[in-house]
């Protein structure tokens, strides 16, 4: 079965500085890994996903991620932080037993330090 | 294109009342899912619909949860009678493939549910 683990609940990032979300996968087989966002009071929006076409993956609002094999990681990164980049943020894995359901990890949550 | 709308986007109950959500996808999904978010975890499935069938129901908590989409399209999940842990923000997703690993879900805004 698949399973993601986020580390780390609460991350803070000063404003400008490097943003770095960790994310670990546990599978079997070659895993597709998503990266959604939740801003307060909204649901989820994807900001990228891997599909096995590239290891490096670039996504929405400047975020990107890299799928490193050796390191069962799919960690999602910003060169610089903005203050509307606090939010929620969502790893997830898609069930490959049969009905490709999303397993979520528990996320993270992001504050931007002025 | 207009998103996944849900109603209503807040709702208070007292324990052991009903209560039912209401969705709506993206036109032409054909995968419909139903997500339970407990306050500080990740979205749980509690359901999914391929059209109008059932394909994982796997968390659904059958004695007190039920669900159906209607023709394919439209979706209500109930609650009935409700408890003090059901409080959560209940998310509804569509995605447009019958069964691709790769495709991407959209969700609505969620509903809100406290049980006190």
């Not at chain 1, 939010?87 to 996320?107: H, M, N, P, Q, R």
């Not at chain 2, 419909?32 to 509690?46: F, M, R, T, V």
């Not at chain 2, 023709?71 to 997703?93: F, H, M, N």
Request: with cysteine; proline share 5%; aromatic share 12%.
């Amino acid at each position: 079965a698949q399973s993601v683990t986020q580390l780390g609940s609460h991350v803070s990032v000063s404003e400008g500085a490097l943003v770095l979300l960790r994310c670990n996968y546990s599978s079997s087989v070659p895993p597709y890994l998503f990266w959604y966002v939740q801003y307060p009071n909204q649901g989820l929006q994807l900001l990228l996903k891997y599909t096995s076409a590239a290891t490096l993956v670039k996504g929405i609002n400047g975020f990107e991620a890299e799928f490193k094999k050796s390191e069962t990681s799919f960690h999602l990164t910003k060169p610089s932080a903005h203050m509307s980049d606090a939010a929620e943020y969502f790893c997830a894995v898609s069930d490959l037993s049969g009905t490709y359901k999303y397993i979520f990890g528990t996320g993270t949550r992001l504050k931007v330090l002025a | 294109e207009a998103g996944v709308a849900q109603s209503p986007r807040y709702k208070i109950i007292e324990k052991r009342q009903s209560v039912a959500f209401w969705c709506n996808p993206i036109s032409g999904h054909a995968t419909l899912y139903w997500y339970q978010q407990i306050l500080g975890q990740g979205p749980k499935l509690l359901i999914q619909f391929q059209n109008n069938g059932v394909v994982d129901d796997s968390q659904l908590p059958k004695d007190r949860f039920s669900a159906e989409r209607l023709k394919g399209v439209d979706s209500t999940l109930k609650i009935q009678p409700a408890k003090l842990e059901d409080s959560a923000v209940y998310l509804c997703a569509s995605s447009l493939a019958l069964a691709v690993p790769t495709d991407t879900q959209y969700f609505g805004p969620g509903t809100r549910l406290t049980v006190l």
